[in-house]
């Protein structure tokens, strides 16, 4: 049955089978530590990704990519992908729109591989971009200590080795599963 308070947050009489109470079991949102790192990175992601796009009609994607090119000369697609932790398409994409762009420059080679390089443009660009990253950079760490920096960063490096090591066995699970599935 429905209640008052939620036939008239929507306007209608929600169907007879709905669960219209708040379950007993649930998240606390203030205090579930992946919805808040969630928040901030979307945030922080959303403040970059329009500033790029309003100053060089570029997104955050791209500007990852020649970050990482910046970082790392040379590197193929797949190795910015792994580098970033992002899917080869939306490197792939990326690329594709930084090289109309003449922003990087793609070489021969071996076994067809593709190394990319940032050019002269490229690198101004990188330089250009830098400080809207690192704007979200000063954003976070306002109101924080240099100790309590550096034990911020600690924590999340701790984090993610924890969730790659997490992300191997679920790979290595899931392989055996599918591995035993092809045997039945």
């Not at 660009?125 to 690192?134: E, F, K, V, Y």
């Not at 760490?141 to 309590?148: F, G, Q, S, V, Y």
């Amino acid at each position: 049955m429905a209640t008052d308070r939620n036939r008239h947050a929507h306007g209608v009489e929600p169907p007879e089978s709905a669960v219209v109470e708040p379950l007993a079991d649930v998240i606390d949102p203030d205090a579930f530590t992946p919805r808040l790192l969630a928040l901030l990175s979307n945030a922080l992601v959303w403040r970059e990704s329009h500033e790029l796009r309003r100053q060089f009609d570029l997104g955050t994607n791209e500007w990852r990519v020649i970050s990482a090119l910046a970082m790392n000369p040379g590197f193929s697609a797949s190795e910015v992908s792994e580098f970033l932790v992002v899917n080869k398409a939306i490197v792939s994409k990326s690329v594709t729109t930084l090289v109309q762009r003449g922003l990087v420059v793609l070489a021969e080679g071996a076994r067809g591989s593709r190394p990319m390089y940032l050019t002269a443009a490229g690198a101004a660009m990188h330089d250009d971009m830098l400080p809207i990253s690192l704007r979200g950079q000063e954003i976070i760490l306002a109101h924080m200590t240099p100790a309590e920096v550096t034990r911020l960063n600690a924590l999340l490096r701790k984090m993610l080795d924890e969730m790659r090591v997490l992300q191997s066995i679920d790979n290595e699970s899931w392989l055996a599963d599918a591995g035993a599935s092809r045997k039945l």
